[in-house]
């Protein structure tokens, strides 16, 4: 360092390691009186080749110098870059102080630097800076934002206050209370409910993935099973797996066996309602393979993480049209024929909530698993048929033992109930492991150092 630099603040870009070109190091003087932007713009007071770091926003981040306490303090902040801005490994939300030896990383695997402070100490001990800091703060005036915190708090309101599902939690409660005591309505009041449980079981799991994913594809997913039940192909599955096939499903009042029940089950329930869930799946991977970059890697299926947010969103689809559809209005009539329809309505709630939340390790565990395999199936396309084998019949094995259970014993249900869910979760977790894209999963942000 020259007698000149002393005193001066400095961004130092570290040596590239796996872009294909070493960059010199080089440093980067800030200036004390204004902010110093970065990115691809060549407006940009640091300029960043896109030709190597095509990762890097137009104006991706900015140093931003502060006097507070006579001490020149300063902070990096993200100016809303896509692929995100990260502080010593960790991603960066807004702004944030920094200190002397703080690495900064402009998206996944992009230029890296460092903030040289010769003024400040290094991490670690900054103790008397933060001791004057907050002793200023003590004496200072109440701001605007201390007494409106909505005012600054900005995108994160919505990213990590989780505003969004309470906003829907509050419309769905206000609905529900403006529809409670009406016969007439008693079915949209059950299709609130079934709603918001299957979304609040679905959103769970989708927070589990940790991969963004399109609302509307997943909406749509959920949408295309729900027609394929309304239309010809289920009679058509039907005549293949219950009545070519022996899969055909016992009577109320006819004895089975438990081996033969499990087989029935096996072709009556399994393969047939796996394959009709992974319908969407199947149609999203060619639809996506139609598609240019970047729609292609959002609307299709590239890697186990898509099948898997797709199949349960296939599966909360099935999971509603089944309940609203078929079982509760069927217990709803009769208990009504018996007792009058507020008995009926009483009962047929009582089955709803059950039914819906039990999807999780239910319909969900079973069409996100096999959504698992689907979307490995694209990462190894040289085992896809065995992939595929595997994955179809393990689900469908699981969804048979939940159904012949649940006309034995309820332990019995239980455990399989379980077993499902422990197969997803392991499922969601090996996914994420193998994703091609797991530096930008929210769920767990995996940063591979040099």
Request: with cysteine.
């Amino acid at each position: 360092m020259t007698n000149q630099e002393v005193g001066e603040f400095f961004l130092e870009q570290l040596p590239a390691s796996n872009s294909g070109r070493n960059i010199p190091p080089r440093r980067y003087l800030l200036a004390k009186d204004r902010e110093t932007e970065i990115g691809r713009d060549p407006s940009c007071q640091i300029a960043i080749d896109s030709a190597v770091y095509g990762m890097v926003s137009r104006r991706h981040a900015a140093i931003r110098p502060q006097e507070r306490a006579r001490v020149l303090l300063w902070s990096v902040c993200d100016l809303g870059s896509a692929n995100g801005t990260y502080v010593n490994g960790q991603p960066l939300s807004g702004c944030q102080q920094l200190q002397s030896g703080d690495r900064l990383m402009l998206g996944d695997r992009g230029p890296e630097f460092r903030f040289v402070c010769p003024e400040l100490p290094p991490v670690g001990t900054h103790f008397a800076v933060n001791a004057n800091l907050a002793s200023d703060r003590q004496e200072a005036e109440v701001s605007i934002t201390q007494l409106f915190p909505i005012i600054s708090t900005g995108r994160d309101l919505t990213k990590k206050a989780y505003l969004v599902p309470g906003i829907l939690t509050v419309v769905f409660v206000v609905l529900m209370f403006a529809t409670v005591g009406q016969k007439e309505t008693a079915f949209f009041n059950q299709m609130l409910v079934a709603t918001y449980l299957a979304g609040a079981a679905y959103y769970f799991v989708y927070q589990l993935c940790g991969k963004h994913k399109p609302w509307w594809v997943l909406f749509g997913s959920a949408i295309a099973t729900a027609l394929i039940l309304l239309s010809p192909i289920l009679p058509l599955f039907i005549v293949i797996f219950r009545v070519i096939l022996p899969g055909r499903l016992p009577t109320p009042d006819e004895a089975v066996g438990v081996p033969q029940l499990l087989i029935r089950m096996f072709f009556g329930a399994g393969l047939m309602e796996e394959l009709l869930k992974a319908l969407p799946i199947l149609a999203a991977y060619f639809i996506g393979r139609r598609l240019a970059s970047p729609w292609r890697e959002r609307v299709g299926v590239w890697e186990p993480l898509d099948g898997i947010l797709l199949g349960t969103a296939s599966a909360v689809g099935f999971t509603l049209l089944e309940t609203l559809g078929q079982y509760v209005p069927e217990i709803t009539r009769n208990f009504s024929l018996q007792a009058g329809d507020g008995i009926g309505q009483l009962v047929g709630f009582q089955l709803l909530v059950p039914r819906i939340i039990g999807s999780v390790a239910g319909h969900m565990a079973y069409s996100g698993y096999l959504g698992y395999f689907i979307g490995l199936s694209v990462l190894k396309p040289r085992q896809r048929w065995q992939i595929l084998g595997v994955g179809y019949l393990t689900a469908a094995g699981l969804h048979a033992l939940w159904n012949t259970t649940g006309l034995i014993s309820g332990l019995f249900l239980a455990v399989v109930g379980v077993l499902s869910y422990a197969f997803l979760t392991a499922a969601i977790l090996k996914a994420r492991s193998l994703s091609p894209t797991r530096s930008q999963n929210f769920a767990t942000r995996f940063i591979e150092r040099p």
